[in-house]
Every structure is written in C-alpha cells, then in structure tokens.
C-alpha cells in the first residue's frame, strides 16, 4: 500500500467513531456472524468493511454477488472506486477464493491465503480483514464438513497472521450447522442485536439477549471451557437479558456442576431479578465488579 494512504480510506477516518460496533471485528478475531430474517446484512457488512478501511487494513469480500456489494458500499457513502484502484478493496469470487485450479484443496487452499496476507503486510497494509456470505461460498464446497473444517483452518491461521475473518451463516440455511460452525469460531460469535467474544473460562456478551437468540448463547457457552473451577460471563455490556438467556447460563451452570461454576459478573438489575423469580439465585454466582 502506498506510504500515502487514498484519500477515500483517509475520509473514513472522521466516521469510524460511528460505526456499528455489531460487526466489530479485531485483527485475530474470526467471527461467526449469525443473520436472521430482517436482519440488516446490508449494514452490518458495510460497518465491518469501513472499520477495515479507517484502519487502513485490506478489505477482501468474497461474494459471487459482485455489484450488489459494491452498491452497499456505496450506499454506505464509500468510495469504492479509487479503495478498487489502489488495492485496499479486493472482491473475489467464492470458487476463486476457495479452490485452487478449479478443485478443493484445503491445504493448498490455506497456504495460498497465509502467502496473501504476508505480501499484504509486505505492501503496507497492517492487517488482511475478509468476509463471505456462506449462503453464496457454500458452492464452493464439496459438502458442509469440508466447509466446517475451513472454518478450523482458517480460525489457525487468524492466530498465526494478523488476518480476521467475518462469516455471515443465514441461520434458516444452516440451522442444522450451527453448532459445528460456532465450535469452529472460537473466540467471536453475533447476530444482529448480540455480540458474543471467548476466551478460556470467560465469555464477554454485549447487546440483547432473549429468546431470539437463546440458542446461540447456549452454543457458545457449550464450546468455552472453564477454568479453576470457573465459568465468567461478563454481561455487563448488556442492555437487556430475558428469561431464555438466563435459562441458557442455568442449563450451562447445570450441565458444569459440580465440577465448575458459572459466574455472571457485572448483571444487569433485572437478571437477578429473574433469578430470584424463578428461584434460581443458587444457580449461578452472581458478582459486581471484575472476577478474578
């Protein structure tokens, strides 16, 4: 990338404060990101594609719907032109971006993309940051196991190389998957109204959690592992919780006991309400402050 950066990805700079932290995504972060009907993909992929531009990363977007991309974009009020002209957007093809000479080959397929992020870095560029839509990418596959173990592949190489990744699931398309496909985005799952980041014994939640979404908390607490003992979920960026996202940390609680327990850090007033209600306060351990 030139010293200079374009005048497009510098226009950026004044809106990043704005941008919808729904689609956050950190250099290292692959996050499995759900939609639902009525979502706004629209927004959300443009949101996550001007925070790669404002960080003067490369955006790559994988889609077989071209000039539909392009038009969010430009919608978004980004200048897609001169960020194609200078090589900060690159849109690819789903079987260009995941096959190699016409055929599925993982191996090859992950060494090609390691190659791609290291003469980014080469050029200039701080970070590679990609995105796909799997209802589009899935043809690219021989079948779903093949695209699941991508995913854990991909997910290595996110750790490896600064590289993100964000995967937009359709959950009527994959609904079936989802577990899988969580299991295989470790550290980062979201819908359209909850953010969800892991690490080893803590889960940090951020937005809505209700019974829309109920499922993907439960399946993402059954992939985080617990550590002395412990199970921390900070929910203190919560704006609300109802009585399925408290279900999904009990069920979990449960399911860990007696060998671990859960602990919810940070709640807001009305989860202990309906902890109390439903007389579950013995369930969990429910603390104010920072969990050590």
């Not at 590679?128 to 699941?148: E, K, Y």
Request: proline share 5%; charged share 25%; aromatic share 6%.
């Amino acid at each position: 990338m030139p010293a200079v950066r374009s005048r497009a990805v510098r226009a950026l700079d004044r809106d990043v404060a704005h941008v919808d932290s729904t689609s956050a995504v950190l250099p290292g972060q692959h996050v499995c990101s759900i939609v639902r009907h009525g979502d706004r993909l629209a927004d959300r992929v443009v949101a996550w594609a001007r925070e790669g531009f404002a960080a003067g990363e490369r955006v790559v977007c994988v889609d077989g719907e071209r000039d539909e991309f392009l038009q969010w974009l430009a919608d978004g009020g980004v200048d897609y032109p001169s960020l194609l002209a200078d090589g900060s957007l690159v849109v690819v093809r789903p079987e260009d971006a995941y096959l190699v000479d016409g055929a599925f080959d993982l191996d090859r397929r992950i060494a090609l993309q390691g190659a791609f992020v290291k003469q980014s870095v080469a050029d200039g560029y701080p970070a590679v940051r990609m995105s796909s839509r799997a209802v589009v990418a899935v043809g690219a596959f021989p079948d779903i196991a093949a695209l699941v173990e991508y995913e854990t592949r991909f997910e290595a190489l996110c750790q490896e190389l600064p590289v993100s990744g964000l995967c937009i699931y359709d959950s009527d398309a994959f609904l079936d998957e989802l577990p899988q496909l969580t299991a295989s985005h470790p550290r980062a799952v979201a819908d359209d109204q909850l953010r969800c980041w892991m690490e080893r014994g803590r889960v940090r939640l951020a937005g809505e959690a209700d019974v829309s979404n109920a499922d993907l908390v439960a399946n993402v607490l059954a992939h985080t592992v617990p550590t002395d003992g412990s199970l921390v979920l900070d929910v203190g960026a919560l704006s609300f919780i109802d009585v399925a996202g408290v279900s999904a940390f009990v069920s979990t609680a449960r399911r860990l006991a007696p060998a671990a327990r859960v602990t919810v850090v940070n709640p807001p007033p009305h989860l202990r309400t309906i902890l109390t209600a439903l007389a579950w306060e013995d369930e969990v351990d429910v603390v104010t402050g920072t969990a050590t």
